[in-house]
């Protein structure tokens, strides 16, 4: 009776210890699992993000490329807006959509300026959309953002020039405020915004000699800015770069960036360059 007894206290025993030992081994079998995870996925993002940077850093002239159709190093045209770029990083290979675009969208804060470029353009229309209505900050709380557009056209014989124009939103605006020199010329005017957007301006190109660049300035609060040529086609406006990274074990991880095809200048640019008295900093 007493062995039969003792047997049963070895099995307890035995059941107790392994129970254990299955809990410890399963835990240590999730950590390893998590820390492979984690690892793998660092491994994927810096591929990705490697590749991004390997891309923009030569983005000019693969920009040129999508716009030849032609072929360069690492990088194949797959559409007449897009190639594909295989980068190596770190013994994993990103591969990374390039697209162009000749509308501009991006949301400018009240420091920053919107830039679109009019090269070679001499007629037409272009038409300017802010205040996201799926941006409830741009719409609801503060009311649409205030915009000054500016316009520099001419050539380096005759001279530059630059043209403003101020369109007022409901974001709030104290008497005291002054409209911008140059709120009312001929030029642009109000339109109709398509069903995404809460305001919207056009300006006239053929108003102007040689028109070279638009550039929009939020007031008061930040907005979503969208700007396409209304019956004509605009130059190459912006990147989207989307780079993605697959381990062995197949972890994935994406990166996505947008990139203006002409770089940014200062809002102080437009007040700085043609002003006709001296600048005091």
Same mark, same amino acid.
């Given at each position: ?8 206290? &070895?099995?307890?025993?035995? &059941? ?24 793998? !996925? ?41 190639? =594909? ?15 162009? !675009? ?22 037409? =229309? ?11 900050? =741009? ?54 915004? !398509?069903?995404?957007? =809460? ?41 989207? &770069? ?40």
């Amino acid at each position: 009776m007493k062995q039969g007894q003792i047997l049963i206290l &070895v099995l307890l025993a035995v &059941v107790v210890v392994l129970a254990i030992g299955l809990s410890v081994a399963s835990r240590n079998i999730t950590n390893l699992r998590t820390s492979t995870q984690t690892e793998q !996925s660092q491994r994927a993002f810096t591929a990705a993000e490697g590749g991004v940077e390997d891309v923009l850093s030569n983005l000019t002239e693969i920009g040129e490329d999508i716009v030849a159709g032609t072929n360069f190093s690492g990088c194949q045209p797959i559409s007449f807006d897009t190639a =594909e770029c295989n980068v190596t990083v770190g013994g994993l290979e990103a591969k990374v959509e390039v697209k162009s !675009s000749g509308v501009y969208e991006q949301t400018v804060t009240t420091d920053k300026v919107a830039q679109i470029d009019l090269d070679g353009l001499s007629s037409g =229309e272009v038409k300017v959309e802010w205040a996201s209505k799926d941006e409830d900050s =741009e719409v609801d709380a503060n009311g649409p953002a205030s915009v000054e557009i500016s316009i520099v056209y001419g050539d380096n014989v005759s001279g530059y020039n630059v043209q403003r124009w101020f369109f007022q939103g409901s974001s709030a605006r104290t008497s005291n405020e002054t409209v911008p020199v140059g709120s009312n010329p001929a030029g642009a005017d109000t339109c109709v915004a !398509s069903t995404e957007f =809460e305001l919207c301006a056009k300006v006239d190109l053929s108003s102007f000699t040689s028109p070279r660049i638009l550039r929009i300035r939020p007031f008061w609060v930040q907005t979503t800015v969208r700007v396409a040529g209304d019956g004509i086609t605009l130059p190459l406006q912006k990147y989207d &770069v989307s780079s993605t990274a697959k381990t062995e074990i197949g972890v994935t991880r994406k990166v996505q960036v947008s990139r203006s095809a002409l770089p940014q200048v200062p809002a102080v640019f437009d007040y700085a360059i043609y002003s006709e008295t001296d600048i005091i900093k």
